[in-house]
């Protein structure tokens, strides 16, 4: 469903990304791991346009992802993306973040998309939030927020970017649990994460990026228990020796 060929970016004269070959397919859920500054976030705003990249391709369904084509808005519509700072609008009550997007990119019946949106809120434990600003929400329930968000554009898939980096500890399990019962339902999901617990029970694949390339992939299991990259193995004595 998401195909990377020979991608590069640079950010001046810095290479961010070095040639990245990955596939996604249709229902699978991969994990991208590594240390800070290594591309993971970067290759994910790549796939969804929020990046322009100098060579290679990006292919979605086989549609390439340009994000100066006209076509551009119907991919991120397609792949739907959970940013690490929840990028809520604060001015804007839970619903009215949940329902912007079927609204005015979509076209959605105001009734239509308030229906949807009170439910998307209900399945991820927001019930009884849907007029509360995001400044009286938790971490925690701003972040499940953006996830309905997301589903609320139907997508084919959801690109998460370390989604429980900015959350204190006591509340990462809830939304750990909101994407666990994602995959449970058979949603493509590419998800950068330090979670390697999460990253274990729940990710078909886990890629490890090392100075903008990947060193390592294969599956959870292997990967992160037996990785064969000395890279990946210093990597993962580090966190998980933390």
Known sequence: MIRLDEVHKKF????????????????????????????KSTLLRCVNGLESYEAGSITVNGEKV??????????????????????????????????????????????????????????MGLGEKPDVYPGALSGGQQQRVAIARALAMNPEAILFDEPTSALD??????????????????????????????????????LFMDQGLIVEDGPAEQVLTNPTHNRTQDFLRRVLNR
């Not at 340009?66 to 929840?86: A, E």
Request: hydrophobic share 40%; proline share 4%.
């Open 169 to 206: 500890p006591e509340l990462v399990g809830e939304v750990l649990g909101a994407m666990r019962d994602l995959a449970d339902e058979g949603m493509t999901m590419l998800v950068v994460t330090h979670e390697m617990a999460f990253a274990k029970e729940v990710s078909d694949r886990v």
């Open 12 to 39: 001046g004269a810095l290479e961010v990304l070095k040639g990245i070959d990955c596939e996604v397919q249709k229902g699978e859920v991969v994990c991208l791991i590594g240390a800070s500054g290594s591309g």
């Open 66 to 123: 340009d994000r100066k084509s006209p076509r551009i808005r119907d991919i991120r519509t397609s792949v739907t993306m959970v940013f690490q700072k929840f990028n809520l609008f604060p001015h804007r009550t839970a619903l009215e973040n949940v329902i912007e997007g079927p609204i005015y990119v979509k076209g959605m019946p105001r009734k239509e998309a308030e229906e949807r949106g009170r439910e998307l809120l209900n399945r």
